[in-house]
């Protein structure tokens, strides 16, 4: 079965630290795979993308200098290490790729910013 698997989310005090998963299975991840948050009553938004190999990231200007994305292709595995948290971060984060042409998405891991 084709899947992705968000994990790592949590509750977090603002200025903390979280680093999110992103796992594949059924599908080697070789391709471009991208970070996606949506808060609540907000459309989806781009956060990060790494390119197949990881040599080309690129990122939001809200979390630029915050954010980073990595990947290991042994482990089939995208990284979103998350540092100096806020409260505005507080969303469900979504990994999406693709195989054979279709888009997939993870169901998302929630990460909570608050005291």
């Known amino acids: 079965q084709v899947q992705l698997v968000e994990s790592g989310g949590g509750l977090v005090q603002p200025g903390g630290s979280l680093r999110l998963s992103c796992v594949a299975s059924?599908?080697?991840?070789?391709?471009?795979v991208s970070w996606y948050r949506q808060a609540p009553g907000k459309e989806r938004e781009l956060v990060a993308i790494i390119s197949s190999i990881g040599t080309t990231t690129n990122y939001a200007d809200s979390v630029k200098g915050r954010f980073t994305i990595s990947r290991d292709n042994i482990k089939n595995t995208v990284y979103l290490q998350m540092n100096s948290l806020k409260p505005e971060d507080t969303a469900v984060y979504y990994c999406?790729?693709?195989?054979?042409?279709?888009?997939?998405w993870g169901p998302g891991t929630q990460v909570t910013v608050s005291s």
């Open positions: 059924g599908f080697t991840l070789s391709i471009a």
């Open positions: 999406r790729s693709y195989y054979l042409g279709q888009i997939y």
